[in-house]
Each structure stands twice: as C-alpha cells, then as structure tokens.
C-alpha cells in the first residue's frame, strides 16, 4: 500500500506560481509511475502531468505545457509540481497518484484507470 499526501495548494492571482508537493509513505515510490491529475468542480478528472520512474520522461496535457512541471526525489519519496503562470481555469483540486505496472508514453501516463493510489487532494484557486 502507498499512501500519498498533498499540499502546497492554495490562492493564487492569476499569473502567480504554486509548488505542489506529494509525500509518499508505505512503499518507496522508485518503482511507481507517478501522476497529477486535477478536477474541477463540476467537471471530470483530468489529466495534468506524469513522471516515469527514474524522472527521465514527462508527459504533460496540452494546456500545462510550458508552464507546469513534473519532478520527483525518490529519496525523498516526494513528488512535485511547480505550476507558473497560473489561470483561472486552472482551478481545480489537484490529486497526486501512483502507478504499479511500468508506462511508456502519453496514454498510459493520462489514463486514471491505470493508477493504483490516490491521495486526498489539494484545492488550488487562481483568481482572475
């Protein structure tokens, strides 16, 4: 079992910046692929961005790209998201999630399906 725990959301103005952070405890996270999606309310999950497991690929939703970005220390069993020029629409609750079975590639990384743990969540709000 792999328990994630999120933090860093909170309200920004657009334009700003967000670190999110995901602590990871149970297992290490070395052998997981590791994701972010986001949900806003009223609308489905959506995928946002994955990490293969050594950190050397990313995958990212076209609507982050160049502004977000994924990394991770499996040292520290931790994993981030460094979120730039934050929009409006990028608000959501924002989830940390683990995957088992080895991915390679964009739709293995943005299938919710495939992800075998979830964390609680971390509400971002970016006003305009």
């Known amino acids: 079992q792999v328990q994630l725990v999120e933090s860093g959301g909170g309200l920004v103005q657009a334009g700003g910046s967000l670190r999110l952070s995901c602590a990871a405890s149970?297992?290490?996270?070395?052998?997981?692929?590791m994701g972010w999606f986001r949900q806003a309310q009223g609308k489905e999950r959506e995928f946002v961005a994955a990490?293969?497991?050594?950190?050397?690929?990313?995958y990212y939703t076209n609507s982050v790209k160049g502004r977000f970005t994924i990394s991770r220390d499996n040292a520290k069993n931790t994993v981030y998201l460094e979120m730039n020029s934050l929009k409006p629409e990028d608000t959501a609750v924002y989830y940390c999630t683990a995957q088992r079975f080895d991915c390679s590639g964009y739709v293995c990384s943005a299938n919710w399906n495939r992800y075998d743990y979830w964390g609680q969540g971390t509400q971002v709000i970016v006003s305009s």
């Open positions: 149970g297992r290490t996270i070395s052998t997981y692929h």
């Open positions: 990490i293969s497991r050594s950190g050397g690929r990313e």
